[in-house]
Structure formats: structure tokens, C-alpha cells
């Protein structure tokens, strides 16, 4: 069964970087897109962007000056790295399979971006 | 941007009765090409993560319960629940996936009566 874990910081200071990892078990990082989606606290869903396991990014325009994924397929782990984090940020990120629509979701990981 | 605008925001059924929400998208998601509309429907219980229940806006996710359904095509779309069940508390979203930034609605509230 297909199983996706974020980690990372779930405490952000201003203008400083967010990481996040995304490790995938149960299955392989290839041949698949996958997904990073936020949600800010009683919020709703932000798409972020997705990464193919070749590499391969799109990033939403709102944060493309910003974002960048990475992707390890020796690990079977996928990044995010969001930098100059305000408070806007605030939010929890959710890692996913699939590149238009998702079809496995981790639990998401809290990051408050607070001094 | 595709902006996605889903009525009503919140909505309460009588347990065994029909909800339906509403999910309107500001262009088309529907593709000549392959006749998909590119939208989903989502679920997220009370602290939890969203889990898919409908793609190509009227197939259901692999282990779906029937009385979840999908209609729609192009700008219109509906999210039907026949015979609510208690469980089906949460807050559904959908979403386009036909051009990026993929977008989602703003939410519906669904509750019991």
C-alpha cells in the first residue's frame, strides 16, 4: 500500500528557507508525477506545483520566484524548498502522487513561519 | 487562472437524505481532444487530508461508495450524495486539473441536519 511521509522544520523564522521531504514507501517514485499542495490553518487548498521523476517541474506562477522541487529516486524521496518564508506561508503541506488530480495523499506536515 | 466557485459554502441533510454541491469553473475544463472534463472531487474529514472521490468529474475513486456521484461537463459540475451517512461529515473541494495552475474550489461544508 502506497504510503507518503512529510518532514521538516514545523517551525519557519521569517525570510528564512522552508524544506520539506516527501518519502514514498510501498511503491516507486517512477514512473509517477507528484504533487506538493498547502493549506493554510481553516483554510482551503493551495496547488503548489508537481515534479516528475525525471525532474521535470511546474510551479504555480504565485510561487514560482520562490519554490523549487527536487527529486532523489535512490532515496524515493521528493523536496520542496520554499525561500523568504513569511507569515502568509503558515500552512500545512501535503505531499502527493499524481500530477493534474492526486490519488495518494500524506498526512501533511504543519510549518508556522513565526520569530 | 481558472477560478473555482462551489455553492453552497455550507450545507446541512437530514441523515438518509440527497446533498448535492455545486462547482462552477470561470473557463472550460473540458478537452476536445480526448472528451474529459479535467475535474475532481474531493473529501477531507475533520484533520485529515483530502482524499480523491471522483475524477474525469464523474468516475469514482477505487473503493468509492456508489451513493457518491459525479455530473457535469465544460463549467458546470455537481457533486451528488445519495442517502447521507454520518460518516460523510467533511468538507468537499473540487478541483481543475485541465490547465495550470490547477486550481480547487473554495470548499462546502457539509453537515448533518
Known amino acids: 500500500q502506497l504510503q507518503l511521509q512529510e518532514s521538516g522544520p514545523g517551525l519557519v523564522k521569517p525570510s528564512e528557507t522552508l524544506s520539506l521531504t516527501c518519502d514514498v514507501s510501498g511503491g516507486s517514485i517512477s514512473p509517477y508525477y507528484w504533487t506538493w499542495i498547502r493549506q493554510p490553518p481553516g483554510k482551503g487548498l493551495e496547488w503548489i506545483g508537481y515534479i516528475y521523476y525525471t525532474g521535470r517541474t511546474k510551479y504555480n506562477p504565485s510561487l514560482r520566484s520562490r519554490v523549487t522541487f527536487s527529486v532523489d529516486t535512490s532515496k524515493n524521496q521528493f523536496s520542496l524548498q520554499l525561500t523568504s518564508v513569511t507569515a502568509a506561508d503558515t500552512a500545512v503541506y501535503y505531499c502527493a502522487r499524481g500530477g493534474g488530480g492526486v490519488d495518494h495523499w500524506g498526512q501533511g506536515t504543519l510549518v508556522t513561519v513565526s520569530s | 487562472d481558472i477560478v473555482m466557485t462551489q455553492s453552497p459554502d455550507s450545507l446541512a441533510v437530514s441523515l438518509g437524505e440527497r446533498a448535492t454541491i455545486n462547482c462552477k469553473s470561470s473557463?472550460?475544463?473540458?478537452?476536445?481532444?480526448?472528451?474529459?472534463?479535467?475535474l475532481l472531487w474531493y473529501q477531507q474529514k475533520s484533520g485529515q487530508p483530502p482524499s480523491t472521490l471522483i475524477y474525469w468529474a464523474s468516475t469514482r475513486e477505487s473503493g468509492v461508495p456508489d451513493r457518491f456521484s459525479g455530473n457535469g461537463s465544460a463549467t458546470n459540475f455537481t457533486l451528488t450524495i445519495t442517502s447521507l451517512q454520518a460518516e460523510d461529515v467533511a468538507v468537499y473541494y473540487c478541483?481543475?486539473?485541465?490547465?495550470?495552475?490547477?486550481?480547487f474550489g473554495q470548499g462546502t461544508k457539509l453537515e448533518i441536519k
Open positions: 473557463q472550460s475544463v473540458f478537452s476536445s481532444s480526448d472528451s474529459k472534463n479535467y
Open positions: 478541483q481543475q486539473y485541465y490547465t495550470t495552475p490547477y486550481t
